[in-house]
């Protein structure tokens, strides 16, 4: 039987079956996985959460080390309405950055620079600004067109690789040569983004909780479970052999996407297989003293600098409560470089004395360092490639009473993870189905 979620039941064995039709199965218990669960759970379905580790998070945790805190992944999301929310309902505090983090740098011939440019990269800068304010048409990413061919186009090489090639390093770790402009920034010329309402929000920019990123998770999993939502762990879900008999939600990784629906969808297996993962290695490292100028948020290193380090993230100058005592800096390797693939093989010694030297060479900092720890992800990322942009429209959408929700899908960042699987219970209610 094919029923829909409308349909008015009145004795107490139809109220079963309603219930039993409402239920919904999402796959992986990261962030995704999560806060699909979360809004699937509010909006009034039953919720089971199948995942293959012990504990949910997938990417993201947070350790506790002499040193400080140390995240594996994200160290905070961009502030929404919609994370505001999330936290005031865990019972956690919004914590916004120090305002020490408001100083960013990004390296430039042999200097951490609070602004990179020159001053006529800066008027061409201005130019582009005014096109994208008045003639915002004119300065639109093409379709297929590479991130690196869209800013040399609209805004300069210069402020190309200075900022754009550098901001990108810091958030996709990817190759600006191969990336999409318009999987990355064309949501910024939509039509219908202009007239958005601004939220009144109680703070902008990146925010997280007192006791890092594994705080919310844990807070999450303990109230979906008193909302009823069951936790199924240590399970791999298994290959989908047909067509499941009620919604399923995929928030796995894209390559377990494609693997979980390799015979039931092919086109969609292949499209999700076929994302490029880029691989991350990070170090977070207590020292004893700040480096001695360059004191923020942390500093990117852009692609055209050839360093080795893709960024530094000073932990305890961007959130409260981050270093126990000393100062925790967090180093970042890999991404879409050449010999990415080989860092991750490469010993911890040879990791740290990797990052003790790019800190010394870059940011004139010496001293002894007086702990580490290091994170590898050999596919930690997806890379926005011009190829994931032909083959977006292939994995969205609830095709198959499966709908994919992930890093890979358009919305990298947690924020925008949010945003997505907020809108899934509207999109499964109205056409998610449901056999009894
Ligand atoms: C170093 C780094 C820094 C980052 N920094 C930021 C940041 O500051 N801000 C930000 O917004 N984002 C950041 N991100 C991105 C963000 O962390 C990720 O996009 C996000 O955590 C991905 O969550 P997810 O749930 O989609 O995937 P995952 O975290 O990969 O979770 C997928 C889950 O699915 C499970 N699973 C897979 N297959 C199966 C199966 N067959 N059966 C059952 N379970 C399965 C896995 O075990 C895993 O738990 C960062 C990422 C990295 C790597």
Not at 15 to 27: D, E, G, H, N, P
């Amino acid at each position: 039987m094919t029923t829909s979620d409308s349909a008015t039941f009145s004795d107490p064995d139809q109220q079963m079956a309603k219930a039993r039709q409402r239920r919904v199965t999402v796959i992986g218990a990261g962030f995704s996985g999560l806060a699909t669960a979360f809004y699937l759970s509010r909006a009034g379905f039953q919720v089971e959460v199948i995942e293959e580790r012990e504990r949910p998070g997938g990417l993201i945790s947070t350790t506790e080390t002499p040193f400080g805190l140390v995240e594996s992944a994200a160290n905070g999301f961009l502030n929404s309405a919609l994370v505001e929310e999330l936290f005031g309902l865990m019972g956690l505090e919004v914590v916004p950055t120090l305002k020490a983090a408001k100083r960013r740098y990004i390296f430039r011939r042999g200097f951490p620079r609070r602004w990179p440019l020159g001053i006529l990269a800066t008027l061409s800068l201005v130019g582009f600004v005014l096109m994208f304010l008045f003639r915002r048409e004119k300065v639109a990413p093409h379709p297929h067109e590479a991130v690196r061919a869209w800013t040399e186009r609209t805004m300069g090489r210069e402020a190309g690789q200075y900022l754009v090639e550098a901001f990108l390093q810091g958030v996709y770790a990817g190759d600006p040569a191969r990336m999409s402009a318009t999987l990355l920034f064309g949501r910024f010329f939509e039509k219908r983004r202009q007239s958005k309402s601004k939220a009144k929000l109680q703070t902008r920019g990146t925010v997280s909780t007192m006791n890092g990123m594994g705080q919310l998770i844990t807070r999450m999993r303990e109230r979906l479970e008193r909302q009823g939502v069951v936790f199924v762990m240590n399970q791999k879900f298994p290959v989908f052999a047909g067509e499941p008999r009620w919604p399923h939600v995929v928030a796995t990784s894209a390559h377990a996407a494609g693997e979980l629906l390799r015979e039931l969808d092919q086109v969609r297996a292949q499209a999700c297989a076929g994302v490029e993962l880029v691989p991350i290695i990070s170090v977070a490292i207590g020292f004893k003293e700040a480096p001695p100028e360059t004191r923020g948020f942390g500093c990117l290193f852009p692609p055209v600098e050839g360093r080795k380090a893709l960024g530094v993230l000073m932990n305890s100058f961007i959130f409260p409560n981050r270093s126990l005592k000393g100062f925790s800096e967090t180093w970042i390797f890999g991404g879409a470089r050449a010999n990415a693939a080989e860092l991750m093989a490469i010993p911890d010694k040879d990791v740290i004395e990797m990052a003790v030297s790019e800190r010394q060479e870059t940011l004139n900092a010496t001293g002894a360092y007086s702990g580490y720890r290091i994170t590898r992800w050999p596919a930690a990322l997806p890379h926005y490639t011009l190829a994931l942009e032909e083959t977006l429209a292939e994995m969205r959408g609830l095709r198959r009473n499966v709908v994919l929700i992930g890093n890979y899908l358009g919305e990298i960042g947690l924020a925008r993870i949010l945003e997505r699987a907020e809108s899934l219970p509207s999109e499964i209610h109205t056409s998610g189905e449901w056999r009894v």
